[in-house]
């Protein structure tokens, strides 16, 4: 009987290393062992844009704490000298030689025909600015006095980045000072919008029967209302002679009950379809209650999923606020938010003469889209099946 023809088998010589059988056996019991946490923050890392959003969003509110350290002026100091002035210029040269950071000064004439002042940048005279100085003064969260700032306009001179307002305000300055309120209001709102959420969601999805019912019908009447109208009427039916910060709590109250609906649908969802799952007919026969089988057990199971949901709904407060503080009724002076600068661009000759009233809609428009694309980036990696 002849051999059999063909290739023959290929045999390694080289000595067997258990610890190769399987390739990336380690990392492969580090992966199956994972947590559901990990393995999302595993997913998330591999969403470039995520991240980058996630890095901005990080930035913004470091920067909340300390808006009066980071703005170079007071948000309410005026320069009854530089009113409408447009935005200056940051250079680092001047005639080819190499000077650090410094601006060009105005001055301005006043023009008879136009009625306007006229600003000319006098490029005769750089003025370096200040770091690590002091400046304006103010109070640190409202607590104690101080003045250092970061960085602070030229001696004898001015440093306005985007421009002045109407009163002569620094509209930059105002902008950080905006930050934390409207930044603020987001998570405030989401807070109220989560914990409702969680409770009705959790009872409808949960118990089921009636409960499900009457919590369907009111989210349904909820959600079948205009939404902007039901804004403006309930803004509108705050009383006129409440402080700002009661006003503040009011707008964030009124944020937060609206937007419960969606949240309460997807937790809904989520326990009609774990609530049949052996861990939690194990826990109900160890005698757990319904409330800890939904806050131990059940929701735990998709926090990740919640979170997602929450980071997608924090734009919308944030729209929320600038719309009626644009309209004027939301927040209110001397409380200064993105809205509330914004509300000076509804005059529309104002913006055409001086177009950077504008600009407070940038950190708006910045924030929501880094919002919107870490939530996209949180639920892909929360998907398991993604």
């Known amino acids: 009987m002849s051999a059999p023809t063909g290739p023959g088998h290929f045999v390694d010589k080289a000595p067997f290393d258990p610890g190769l059988s399987e390739p990336g056996g380690a990392q492969n019991d580090s992966f199956y062992r994972a947590s559901a946490w990990r393995l999302t923050w595993w997913k ?36 009854g000298d530089f009113i409408y002035a ?62 250092f700032h970061l960085v602070c306009p030229p001696e004898n001179g001015t440093m306005f980045l ?48 009636w409960v499900d019912n009457v919590v369907q019908r009111m989210i349904e009447i909820i959600r ?4 902007l109208p039901l804004w403006l009427a309930l803004s509108a039916a705050l009383p006129a002679n409440w402080s700002p910060l009661l006003v503040f709590f009011g707008i964030t109250i009124i944020l937060g009950m609206l937007d419960w609906p969606g949240l309460a649908r997807a937790v809904r969802s989520k326990l009609l379809a774990l609530r049949e799952e052996d861990f939690v007919r194990a826990a109900e026969l160890m005698g757990a209650s319904k409330s800890r089988v939904i806050a131990r057990h059940l929701i735990p199971n998709f926090m990740s999923h919640l979170i997602a949901s929450a980071t997608l709904s924090i734009p919308s407060m944030i729209l929320g606020e600038t719309a009626l503080s644009f309209l004027g009724l939301g927040l209110r002076p001397p409380i200064t938010s993105w809205g509330v600068l914004l509300n000076e661009a509804q005059n529309l000759a104002a913006v055409q003469l001086h177009p950077w009233l504008l600009l407070p809609i940038l950190p708006v428009v910045l924030v929501v889209l880094a919002f919107s694309f870490m939530g996209d980036g949180l639920r892909d990696a929360a998907d398991p099946y993604h």
């Not at 991240?51 to 948000?75: G, H, I, R, S």
């Not at 680092?92 to 306007?116: A, D, I, Q, S």
């Open 44 to 79: 998330f890392r591999r969403h470039r844009v995520a991240v980058a959003a996630a890095f901005v969003l990080l930035a913004f509110y470091a920067l909340v704490p300390f808006v009066e350290v980071v703005a170079p002026y007071n948000q309410t100091k005026r320069h």
């Open 224 to 227: 079948s209302l205009p939404e």
């Open 86 to 147: 447009p935005p200056q210029q940051v250079h680092l040269v001047h005639e080819g030689r190499f000077v650090g950071p410094f601006v060009y000064p105005y001055r301005f004439t006043f023009n008879m025909e136009t009625f306007r002042r006229d600003y000319v940048v006098d490029t005769s005279k750089p003025q370096p600015l200040r770091f690590f100085c002091s400046a304006d003064s103010y109070e640190f969260w409202g607590l104690f006095p101080a003045s």
């Open 162 to 209: 985007f421009g002045t307002d109407r009163l002569g305000r620094d509209l930059f300055s105002r902008i950080i000072y905006g930050t934390r309120i409207s930044l603020t209001i987001g998570l405030v709102g989401i807070a109220v919008s989560f914990t409702l959420g969680l409770f009705f969601g959790g009872l409808a999805g949960y118990l089921g029967g």
